[in-house]
């Protein structure tokens, strides 16, 4: 199974796809682990973005793929892999499906967390609240003034992409908001229902 799963920062992605990993036994790509494997294995990728990163700029789309095309060519990623972070654009989603359709792969599903920015930006400032009361240090993310800002930047940037896959017939939603447990129920039952239409 190849998936996509999209949503906004603090959605639950990172813990869903961690679940679905185990689940599954498909690796979850985060484009930052990628990006500084690629680095330190120094492959030719690698040592592009490496050199970009350096002078401060940012990764263009054409390497971000390339380090994605690399990476799903290795064994862990034979019986599928899930995209968290990626494609943050529609135009890195072009790019991403033409990379897979040069390798004769393609998405299966794209999965998106719909949820409600105020109970978010609550449950956000509730998890700075809980982080400081234990005496640890709040991540400078948590803050509801940094998180907002976060939120508008998806919305203009990656909310597009909803539209880009539904266009598609790729997208599928679930309840964000929901407790966690019944979170990964509604997705494992999207995922259960496709790898039985693929076995029949």
């Known amino acids: 199974m190849r998936i996509i799963l999209l949503g906004p920062p603090g959605a639950g992605k990172g813990t869903q796809s961690e679940r679905i990993t185990q689940t599954y036994g498909i690796p979850q790509l985060s ?3 990628m990006l500084r494997a690629a680095v330190a294995a120094g492959t030719p990728v690698g ?11 940012l990764v263009p789309d054409a390497v971000v793929v390339g380090i994605v095309a ?19 654009t529609v135009e890195q989603a072009i790019a991403l499906d ?5 390798k004769g792969l393609e998405l299966d599903t794209v999965i998106e967390f719909v949820v409600d920015e105020n109970a978010l930006v609550g449950r956000i400032a509730k998890r700075a ?10 991540r400078k993310d948590d803050t509801p003034e ?9 919305k203009k940037q990656t909310a597009p ?29 999207i995922l259960d229902r496709y790898r039985q239409t693929v076995a029949s």
Do not use: N, W
């Open 31 to 33: 484009t930052g682990d």
């Open 47 to 57: 040592l592009e973005a490496k050199s970009i990163m350096e002078s401060g700029g």
């Open 161 to 189: 992409l909803s539209s880009y896959y539904a266009s598609l017939g790729h997208l599928q939603t679930i309840d964000g908001m929901k407790p966690i447990d019944e979170v990964t129920k509604d997705l494992t039952a």
């Open 129 to 138: 609240e809980e982080t400081a009361a234990r005496g640890q240090p709040v």
């Open 98 to 102: 033409e990379m897979l359709k040069e």
């Open 146 to 154: 940094v998180f907002k800002s976060r939120f508008e930047a998806y």
């Open 70 to 88: 690399d990476r799903v060519e290795e064994p862990d990623c034979e019986h599928g892999f899930i995209l968290d972070g990626f494609p943050r």
